[in-house]
């Protein structure tokens, strides 16, 4: 069982930047794919980021390439996403999510993974 928190959520103008941060517990991450996703109001949830435990590779959506950047520290059992040049349509809830035996073609798709956080809202005003 892994349990995952996120934090470093708030309130940002546009162009600006901010750290998520996913802490787990239970388990090491080391054996995990971990991926970040955003629910805005009245939308459907998106894919962000995520790094594949398989191949190694960190997978990014179309609307944040090249702005945000995923990294973990497996010392600290910590996930991050490092979201830049944030742009009001960045609002939403952050999710960091986990999965064991997720494989690369499904990595997108949040219904495959098996343990999520509770959120952070994430908030860029104009």
């Known amino acids: 069982q892994v349990q995952l928190v996120e934090s470093g959520g708030g309130l940002v103008q546009a162009g600006g930047s901010l750290r998520l941060s996913c802490q787990a517990s239970?388990?090491?991450?080391?054996?995990?794919?971990m991926a970040w996703f955003r629910q805005a109001p009245g939308k459907e949830r998106e894919f962000v980021a995520a790094n594949s435990r398989r191949s190694g590779s960190t997978y990014y959506g179309d609307s944040v390439k090249g702005r945000f950047i995923f990294s973990r520290d497996n010392a600290k059992n910590t996930a991050y996403l490092q979201m830049n040049s944030l742009k009001p349509e960045d609002t939403a809830v952050y999710y960091c999510?986990?999965?064991?035996?997720?494989?690369?073609?499904?990595?997108?798709?949040?219904?495959?993974?098996?343990?999520w956080g509770q959120g952070t809202q994430v908030t860029v005003s104009s």
């Open positions: 999510a986990a999965d064991l035996g997720i494989i690369t073609s499904s990595i997108y798709n949040g219904e495959q993974y098996d343990y």
């Open positions: 239970g388990r090491t991450l080391t054996s995990y794919t």
